[in-house]
């Protein structure tokens, strides 16, 4: 039998919940650039937080 694919740790459970609180109250912040373009800092806690 296979194991499951969703058997997650607490430890695991917890980064997603930061990860997901961090992308969520730093996605309200833009810095512009140009007329109706932002700079998102929140995309840089996903690509981090994706190679732990």
């Known amino acids: ?3 499951s ?3 997650f740790s607490t430890k695991t ?3 997603i919940s ?3 609180a961090l992308y969520g109250v730093i996605g309200l912040i833009g810095i ?3 007329p109706n373009v932002q700079l998102r800092p929140s ?3 996903l690509r981090v937080l994706s190679q732990s």
């Open 1 to 3: 039998m296979k194991p």
């Open 5 to 7: 694919i969703f058997d």
């Open 13 to 15: 459970v917890v980064t």
């Open 18 to 20: 930061i990860a997901a």
């Open 32 to 34: 512009p650039v140009g």
């Open 43 to 45: 995309i840089i806690v």
